[in-house]
T-cell receptor, first 116, second 112 residues
Framework: EAQVTQNPRYLITVTGKKLTVTCSQN?????MSWYRQDPGLGLRQIYY???????DKGDVPEGYKVSRKEKRNFPLILESPSPNQTSLYFC???????????????FGPGTRLTVL | RKEVEQDPGPFNVPEGATVAFNCTYS??????FFWYRQDCRKEPKLLMS???SGNEDGRFTAQLNRASQYISLLIRDSKLSDSATYLC?????????????FGTGTRLLVSP
């Protein structure tokens, strides 16, 4: 079954305590992305990756880091979380067949993060 | 001005009704367009891509007007299970899902 998994699903932490949200996909997709969703603002892209060792900033990258050492995994790292990073986070992956024929995009189930 | 604008709703309709959602986008260089569906507190799911010629998938019809930078989604014969938030999504990048910009969504409530 095509799947994107995220862990943890829920996390309450305190300001400044480093955390990592893992994301893994089993579809051998090249593209992976991280989004955050906030009321009234919709989903906003944090970072994306086009393949192993290739990452780029999205619209709201400040305070986040990512890495793509393996194709299936794309962890999101918050080195020093702050309360304004309290949000619902989604990981997504999509494949590339050829220039005109795209695979669909799958989202993970989401991680609800609260930073106190 | 937001890059992708949608009426937030909610749209309250009875079962069987036809409902239309509209969306405008500001980046004229956008290449790909999509409608996603999101159920409460769940992940978004791709409903359909939107092509210049318009496309239909069962009860759902999507249309794109590049000149007006306008996208629409029509749902015919609404079902209770159609209740969800519908997200208009535009890609300004060169590839399908690389740099997506999401609207804030239009909420649909279908009642018996």
């Amino acid at each position: 079954e095509a799947q994107v998994t995220q862990n943890p699903r829920y996390l309450i932490t305190v300001t400044g305590k480093k955390l990592t949200v893992t994301c893994s996909q089993n579809m051998n997709h090249e593209y992976m992305s991280w989004y955050r969703q906030d009321p009234g603002l919709g989903l906003r892209q944090i970072y994306y990756s086009m393949n192993v060792e290739v990452t780029d900033k999205g619209d709201v990258p400040e305070g986040y880091k990512v890495s793509r050492k393996e194709k299936r995994n794309f962890p999101l790292i918050l080195e020093s979380p702050s309360p304004n990073q309290t949000s619902l986070y989604f990981c997504a992956s999509s494949g590339v067949r050829d220039r005109g024929n795209r695979d669909t995009q799958y989202f993970g189930p989401g991680t609800r993060l609260t930073v106190l | 001005r937001k890059e992708v604008e949608q009426d937030p709703g909610p749209f309250n309709v009875p079962e069987g009704a036809t409902v239309a959602f509209n969306c405008t986008y500001s980046n004229s260089a956008s290449q790909s367009f999509f409608w996603y569906r999101q159920d409460c507190r769940k992940e978004p799911k791709l409903l359909m891509s939107v092509y210049s010629s318009g496309n239909e998938d069962g009860r759902f019809t999507a249309q794109l007007n590049r000149a007006s930078q306008y996208i629409s989604l029509l749902i015919r014969d609404s079902k209770l299970s159609d209740s969800a938030t519908y997200l208009c999504v535009v890609n300004g990048g060169n590839t399908g899902f690389q740099k997506l910009v999401f609207g804030t969504g239009t909420r649909l409530l279908v009642s018996p």
